[in-house]
């Protein structure tokens, strides 16, 4: 039978020779570092530091404002809850805990939770001055997520809601997030910007695409579970005050990242710029089915720019995608509106189809011509040479057909 010490062990309290020493009287203690107060609880007082953000805050540059509906994000996590929710009823949460390993051992020593109150963002950041103090602030949480229905978290899926709800079991409380709709932000980050940036950190992304710089006091996340643990062994709390930062920039990222991406879904033509971001949005489109507007994507993605690796593959996928459209009729005023523009992708497309469904190879062989013209000029040279290699092969196969 496991002993008191054992228990207490198993909580996260540190027992015997571990035990924290006690603040030293000229220490810093928390509440001089960072502006919070204390919040009465059942299980006692918990310290809660508390930010708002205004409406007309930038995060970079981008409003953290999540003004666009969140139907496609919904349709791509299969939970039409958070479409449906209203966006005061979301929690977005960030843990830093005492170790990455999981497990009853680790336990989460400051959580930041931000929501939408009458238009702010109001962050509230719960810290746990010592491992005996965590019922209480577990139960602080509770109180600031009970209008909540949504969790919103970057890897919490994986990470942060299985840690809390480990400790929320030990101490027998059940967690306030147990049904919640949950929108895990790092495996959309993933599928929108694995092709164009070496990494999905949110820390790489918010400087990479949303466009912010977090100031010279954050703190690297491997660093923060020994600052934490020198605090417990000095009390001296000025060093968290990094902490704090790092985790309040992560809980505002996630909503500044949110509102960015349900404004690339609500308008991509207006809102994104790079020839990848086309591409990897028309890859979602066509996973949910909604081929038309995936094929309207991958054709933009190659009219703005790619390298010859990925100009291939793009025109791989929408020739596949086009296939899968099956009906070639309702595409054809499509592509004619396209070949207006001078899209050589519809060139040829108008070429198949007056060839194969037309059986008509005279006006296959106009199109092919029309589209070799454009594809002269093209550029950069292997997208040139790309078009003109299909576009002979094809000629020559026609006017074998046309007898010329």
Not at 91 to 115: I, P, Q, W
Not at 256 to 280: C, Q, T, W
Not at 311 to 316: K, P
Request: charged residues 25%.
């Amino acid at each position: 039978m496991p002993s008191l010490a054992d228990k207490l062990k198993s909580l996260g309290v540190k027992t015997g020779n571990e035990i924290p020493t006690p603040p030293k009287a000229d220490s810093h203690s928390i509440d001089s570092v960072v502006a919070g107060s204390f919040h009465p609880t059942p299980r006692g007082d918990a310290f809660v530091a508390e930010q708002i953000f205004d409406e007309d805050y930038l995060h970079g540059d981008v409003s953290h404002l999540v003004k666009s509906p969140l139907s496609l994000i919904s349709e791509w996590a299969n939970d039409v809850r958070i479409a449906e929710l209203p966006l005061g009823k979301f929690a977005f949460l960030d843990t830093e805990t005492s170790g990455m390993a999981g497990g009853t051992g680790t336990y989460a020593f400051l959580v930041g939770v931000g929501r939408f109150i009458d238009g702010k963002f109001n962050l509230r950041q719960f810290f746990l001055r010592d491992p005996s103090e965590e019922p209480a602030m577990l139960e602080a949480l509770i109180h600031f997520l009970a209008p909540c229905e949504g969790l919103v978290t970057f890897n919490g899926k994986a990470f942060d809601a299985p840690l809390l709800y480990t400790r929320y079991s030990l101490h027998r409380i059940p967690p306030p997030f147990k049904d919640y709709a949950h929108l895990d932000l790092l495996p959309l980050a993933r599928r929108l910007w694995r092709d164009r940036l070496p990494s999905r950190a949110l820390k790489y992304l918010e400087e990479h695409v949303l466009g912010f710089t977090r100031a010279s006091e954050e703190v690297p996340g491997y660093e923060i579970p020994w600052l934490y643990f020198d605090y417990l062994r000095t009390g001296d709390a000025r060093p968290l005050g990094g902490v704090f930062y790092h985790n309040a920039m992560d809980v505002v990222a996630m909503a500044a990242l949110l509102g960015h991406v349900s404004d690339m879904f609500a308008d991509p033509y207006g809102r994104v710029e790079h020839g990848l971001d086309f591409i990897a949005l028309g890859k979602l489109y066509e996973d949910l089915n909604h081929w038309d507007e995936a094929a309207r994507l991958f054709e933009r993605g190659l009219e703005s720019g790619l390298d010859e690796s990925d100009f291939g593959v793009a025109v791989r996928r929408l020739s596949i995608l086009q296939k899968k459209r099956g009906d070639v009729e309702q595409a054809i005023p499509l592509w004619e509106q396209a070949a207006k523009q001078g899209h050589i992708y519809a060139h040829i497309e108008l070429a198949k189809y007056y060839e194969h469904k037309k059986r008509d190879p005279k006006t296959a062989i106009t199109w092919a011509k029309s589209a070799r013209k454009e594809a002269e000029h093209a550029e950069p040279a292997y997208v040139r040479k790309h078009w003109l290699d299909e576009i002979d092969h094809r000629l020559k196969r026609l006017e074998r057909k046309a007898g010329l």
